[in-house]
Nanobody, 125 residues
Framework: QVQLVESGGGSVQAGGSLRLSCTVS????????IGWFRQAPGKEREGVAK???????TYADSVKGRFTISKDNDKNTLYLQMNSLKPEDTAMYYC???????????????????WGQGTQVTVSS
């Protein structure tokens, strides 16, 4: 069973930085991928950043150059460094990983996706 616990959210002013952490029970290195998602009130959930087991990363266009995803397999922890934060980054941030299987398109919408409880990020102008 995979369990994920996010932390590190908070309130910052525009231009500030936060680092989110996601601690994974079970073997982080064995997941085909792991990612950060966010959902703002009244908006659909969107993918923010994803890291494959190989270490390759992808980012949403809206965060490229500002956010960095990384992981520490020894600590079973995923990170999201968020710099130059904007008010539009305000959302609940979640980490997610598949309990098993590959990360083909849409895996996060399947029952095999494991989610954390989320951590709130609020950016004021």
């Amino acid at each position: 069973q995979v369990q994920l616990v996010e932390s590190g959210g908070g309130s910052v002013q525009a231009g500030g930085s936060l680092r989110l952490s996601c601690t994974v029970s079970g073997y982080l290195y064995s997941r085909d991928c792991i990612g950060w998602f966010r959902q703002a009130p009244g908006k659909e959930r969107e993918g923010v950043a994803k890291m494959l087991r190989s270490g390759s990363t992808t980012y949403a266009d809206s965060v490229k150059g500002r956010f960095t995803i990384s992981k520490d397999n020894d600590k079973n922890t995923l990170y999201l460094q968020m710099n130059s934060l904007k008010p539009e980054d305000t959302a609940m941030y979640y980490c997610a990983a598949p309990k098993y299987g590959a990360c083909y398109r849409g895996w996060e919408n399947e029952p095999r996706a494991a989610w954390g409880q989320g951590t709130q990020v609020t950016v004021s102008s």
